[in-house]
């Protein structure tokens, strides 16, 4: 390059006595200009680069590795080597950067990238699925059995007219009951309530091998067993179902995708496989956090349903239809999406 | 940019976090991992930072609610207020989100409290830094920081923060806050499970040439009637020193500070037995550089390398 390469230049390099000072002024232009380069870059000034210069990003970085490894088994020059440092350093930060922008980024994500996340789990979602199975079916179970139960299972604060042994009427009055608050509250309450909770901290807790994460999922679907047992115990199982589809079909699926992110990182920690603990751990962790990316937009969605769509529809019927066609879109979305891109 | 005194591969590096990056290419590149109190003064930046844009908004929020009420226009129905409520709710929880993803997915990879204390995000293994990696260590910040200490200011609003809630969301807090410390390329829960680090951003200037031949103006003016290579120093003479010897005289050079150039004049000069070059002291130092850093670059083409005077 050095578009002139004046005999200033020429001279310059004629004059120094060290062999190792002219191989710097020999490529002394072209760390100049990878220099300006990757300070435009860094600025954000992508745009102004010239075509040539950004083509030739690639080959500057690969002379420039070969300058830093000439210089450092021929100079002695600490500050041209520490200056050569520095600048593969910055070059390579930038020639294996990130390569999308956030709005490419949320495109790509939404548009496929989510739902690949989602299906590369399916073993930790089978998993989980069971454990929630399991847990629903224990705590109908156990109430069934005995109703001292449903007060170990079901947080007291919850429980309010809904115990064992309430009347048809009252239960009925919680699942078609005039809204009390109105939407705001219900979803300002809704988002840092019990379950959003239950979902992060299914994720988070997946770190301890995925223990924690599976009591979890089984103790709160225990406490969903016990309170359908006292619905069902008064023929109110189909109301029920229908007044918790509403907002609980993406609820129910948002803990379940929690859970089994928990889970994968978990499975990672305690079955690494042929790789090292940590490569496993940020393999599997990247996958699992897509997947919390998208837990927490569907947390907004349920929060909006049980703030909004709950208090408005009243009929079994119409909140089954909403639910379960909410729940199909979820998993048309996450199983059947898969565009061409990979 | 550096000074130019700042010289040496890892001068000024603390050991216990000066790391080895192997690029994609096999090159093997020094980082330092950045410190802990830099992670925090950028978290902190970052928060203040957050804090000031939320303030902003809400700021903007209200007059425009004012100018909007002084315009007499029919007033908007309570529903649709709760509306926008929650759509600011949402809002603030991706906002806090999208600060993070943008700046750390930009090309410097630093959000501003980064930028400030030089310090990157990079990927740990050498590879490529993802998009998937940053969302991934952000995320976790969630878990880790904001979210727990939503619960607890919600709970303790709404009066359902018990004790043990308290508790539990502090030590909750307290532990990932000081996770960092407790591990030594100082990672954070969210930097573990993304395969990311944290490192210092480089940036060092190019320095002169040192001893490049052509000594200052006024040295010459005043000994013009001196011969170009007056100074030439035997095999024997240069044999003295080792490569740690060559770079401290180069800082020496490179400041160019005129008591210490006379101080190390003197010194070299009672070592190999020569008189202190009274006044001429730059055009000494600079010929033994040459004339050393020669003498050692030679041996160092043929696999000998003399570290210091000791070796």
Same mark, same amino acid.
């Given at each position: 390059?050095?578009?002139?390469?004046?005999?200033?230049?020429?001279?310059?390099?004629?004059?120094?006595?060290? +062999?190792?000072? #002219?191989?710097?002024?020999? #490529?002394?232009?072209?760390?100049? #200009?990878?220099?300006?380069?990757?300070?435009?870059?860094?600025?954000?000034?992508?745009?102004?680069?010239?075509?040539?210069?950004?083509?030739?990003?690639?080959?500057? %970085? #690969?002379?420039?590795?070969?300058?830093?490894?000439?210089?450092?088994?021929?100079?002695?020059?600490?500050?041209?080597?520490?200056?050569?440092?520095?600048?593969?350093?910055?070059?390579?930060?930038?020639?294996?950067?990130?390569?999308?922008?956030?709005?490419?980024?949320?495109?790509?994500?939404?548009?496929?990238?989510?739902?690949?996340?989602? +299906?590369?789990?399916?073993?930790?979602?089978?998993?989980?699925?069971?454990?929630?199975?399991?847990?629903?079916?224990?705590?109908?179970?156990?109430?069934?059995?005995?109703?001292?139960?449903?007060?170990?299972?079901?947080?007291?604060?919850? =429980?309010?007219?809904?115990?064992?042994? =309430?009347?048809?009427?009252?239960?009925?009055?919680?699942?078609?009951?005039?809204?009390?608050?109105?939407?705001?509250?219900?979803?300002?309450? !809704?988002?840092?309530?019990?379950?959003?909770?239950?979902?992060?901290?299914?994720?988070?807790? @997946?770190?301890?091998?995925?223990?924690?994460?599976?009591?979890?999922?089984? %103790?709160?679907?225990?406490?969903?067993? =016990?309170?359908?047992?006292?619905?069902?115990?008064?023929?109110?199982?189909?109301?029920?179902?229908?007044?918790?589809?509403?907002? @609980?079909?993406?609820?129910?699926?948002?803990?379940?995708?929690?859970?089994?992110?928990?889970?994968?990182?978990?499975?990672?920690?305690?079955?690494?496989?042929?790789?090292?603990?940590?490569?496993?751990?940020?393999?599997?962790?990247?996958?699992?956090?897509?997947?919390? =990316?998208?837990?927490?937009?569907?947390?907004?969605?349920?929060?909006?349903?049980? @703030?909004?769509?709950?208090?408005?529809?009243?009929?079994?019927?119409?909140? !089954?239809?909403?639910? %379960?066609?909410?729940?199909?879109?979820?998993?048309? %979305?996450?199983?059947?999406?898969?565009? +061409?891109?990979? | 940019?550096?000074?130019?005194?700042?010289?040496?591969?890892?001068?000024?590096?603390?050991?216990?976090?000066?790391?080895?990056?192997?690029?994609?290419?096999?090159? *093997?590149?020094?980082?330092?991992?950045?410190?802990?109190? /830099?992670?925090?003064?950028?978290?902190?930046?970052?928060?203040?930072?957050?804090?000031?844009?939320?303030?902003?908004?809400?700021?903007?929020?209200?007059?425009?609610?004012?100018?909007?009420?002084?315009?007499?226009?029919?007033?908007?129905?309570? &529903?649709?207020?709760?509306?926008?409520?929650?759509?600011?709710?949402? &809002?603030?929880?991706?906002?806090?989100?999208?600060?993070?993803?943008?700046?750390?997915?930009?090309?410097?990879? /630093?959000?501003?409290?980064?930028?400030?204390?030089?310090?990157?995000?990079?990927?740990?293994?050498?590879?490529?830094?993802? *998009?998937?990696?940053?969302?991934?260590?952000?995320?976790?910040?969630?878990?880790?920081?904001?979210?727990?200490?939503?619960?607890?200011?919600?709970?303790?609003?709404?009066?359902?923060?018990?004790?043990?809630?308290?508790?539990?969301?502090?030590?909750?807090?307290?532990?990932?806050?000081?996770?960092?410390?407790?591990?030594?390329?100082?990672?954070?829960? &969210?930097?573990?499970?993304?395969?990311?680090?944290?490192?210092?951003?480089?940036?060092?200037?190019? &320095?002169?040439?040192?001893?490049?031949?052509?000594?200052?103006?006024?040295?010459?003016?005043?000994?013009?009637?001196?011969?170009?290579?007056?100074?030439?120093?035997?095999?024997?003479?240069? /044999?003295?020193?080792?490569?740690?010897?060559?770079?401290?005289?180069?800082?020496?050079?490179?400041?160019?500070?005129?008591?210490?150039?006379?101080?190390?004049?003197?010194?070299?000069?009672?070592?190999?037995?020569?008189? *202190?070059?009274?006044?001429?002291?730059?055009?000494?130092?600079?010929?033994?550089?040459?004339?050393?850093?020669?003498?050692?670059?030679?041996?160092?083409?043929?696999?000998?390398?003399?570290?210091?005077?000791?070796?």
């Amino acid at each position: 390059m050095n578009a002139a390469p004046a005999s200033a230049g020429e001279q310059a390099v004629a004059a120094a006595v060290l +062999r190792s000072d #002219r191989f710097r002024l020999e #490529r002394e232009g072209d760390w100049v #200009r990878i220099e300006a380069i990757i300070t435009a870059m860094e600025k954000g000034r992508v745009q102004r680069l010239s075509d040539d210069d950004v083509l030739a990003l690639p080959v500057l %970085y #690969r002379n420039l590795l070969s300058s830093l490894s000439i210089a450092r088994e021929s100079s002695l020059d600490a500050g041209l080597i520490a200056y050569l440092e520095s600048l593969t350093l910055r070059a390579y930060f930038l020639v294996y950067g990130t390569r999308t922008t956030f709005g490419a980024w949320c495109r790509s994500f939404f548009g496929g990238g989510l739902s690949r996340a989602v +299906r590369a789990i399916w073993v930790d979602l089978l998993i989980a699925l069971a454990f929630m199975v399991v847990g629903a079916l224990v705590g109908y179970a156990l109430v069934a059995a005995d109703q001292d139960w449903f007060s170990r299972l079901v947080p007291t604060q919850f =429980a309010d007219v809904r115990v064992p042994g =309430a009347s048809r009427e009252a239960l009925e009055s919680t699942l078609f009951g005039e809204a009390r608050s109105d939407g705001l509250e219900v979803f300002a309450a !809704y988002l840092f309530s019990n379950n959003a909770q239950v979902a992060i901290l299914a994720f988070a807790l @997946g770190f301890a091998l995925g223990v924690p994460t599976v009591l979890l999922l089984i %103790y709160n679907m225990a406490s969903l067993g =016990a309170m359908l047992w006292v619905f069902a115990s008064r023929g109110l199982t189909l109301e029920f179902v229908g007044w918790l589809s509403i907002h @609980g079909t993406t609820e129910l699926l948002a803990i379940l995708l929690a859970g089994a992110a928990g889970l994968h990182v978990g499975r990672a920690l305690g079955f690494p496989g042929a790789r090292s603990h940590m490569a496993a751990l940020s393999g599997a962790g990247r996958t699992a956090a897509q997947v919390m =990316a998208g837990v927490i937009v569907m947390l907004i969605c349920a929060g909006l349903l049980e @703030g909004f769509a709950r208090q408005l529809v009243q009929s079994t019927t119409l909140r !089954y239809a909403i639910g %379960y066609g909410v729940l199909t879109a979820w998993l048309l %979305y996450f199983f059947a999406l898969r565009p +061409r891109r990979s | 940019m550096a000074r130019k005194g700042e010289i040496g591969r890892t001068h000024g590096v603390d050991p216990k976090l000066a790391r080895v990056l192997v690029t994609p290419e096999g090159v *093997a590149l020094d980082v330092a991992v950045a410190s802990a109190g /830099a992670r925090i003064g950028a978290l902190f930046i970052d928060l203040t930072a957050l804090f000031g844009l939320f303030l902003g908004f809400v700021l903007s929020i209200v007059l425009l609610v004012e100018a909007y009420r002084r315009t007499g226009l029919p007033g908007v129905s309570d &529903g649709f207020t709760n509306f926008l409520v929650v759509l600011f709710i949402i &809002g603030l929880f991706l906002a806090r989100n999208a600060y993070f993803l943008y700046f750390e997915l930009g090309d410097r990879a /630093a959000t501003w409290g980064k930028r400030a204390l030089r310090i990157r995000v990079a990927s740990r293994d050498g590879g490529r830094l993802t *998009a998937d990696a940053v969302i991934a260590r952000n995320l976790i910040r969630d878990i880790e920081m904001f979210l727990p200490l939503m619960f607890m200011t919600s709970g303790g609003i709404q009066g359902t923060l018990g004790n043990f809630g308290a508790w539990a969301g502090t030590i909750w807090v307290g532990v990932f806050l000081l996770f960092p410390l407790f591990n030594r390329d100082r990672l954070r829960c &969210g930097d573990l499970i993304a395969g990311t680090w944290v490192v210092e951003a480089p940036r060092a200037a190019l &320095g002169e040439v040192v001893a490049n031949g052509k000594t200052t103006p006024s040295m010459l003016d005043r000994a013009s009637n001196l011969a170009e290579d007056r100074y030439r120093f035997s095999d024997a003479e240069l /044999a003295v020193y080792g490569e740690y010897e060559l770079q401290m005289l180069e800082r020496v050079l490179r400041t160019a500070k005129p008591d210490a150039m006379v101080t190390v004049a003197a010194t070299i000069a009672t070592k190999i037995g020569w008189s *202190a070059p009274d006044g001429d002291d730059q055009p000494f130092l600079e010929a033994y550089y040459t004339q050393l850093r020669a003498r050692l670059e030679r041996g160092m083409r043929f696999g000998k390398r003399r570290a210091d005077k000791h070796s």
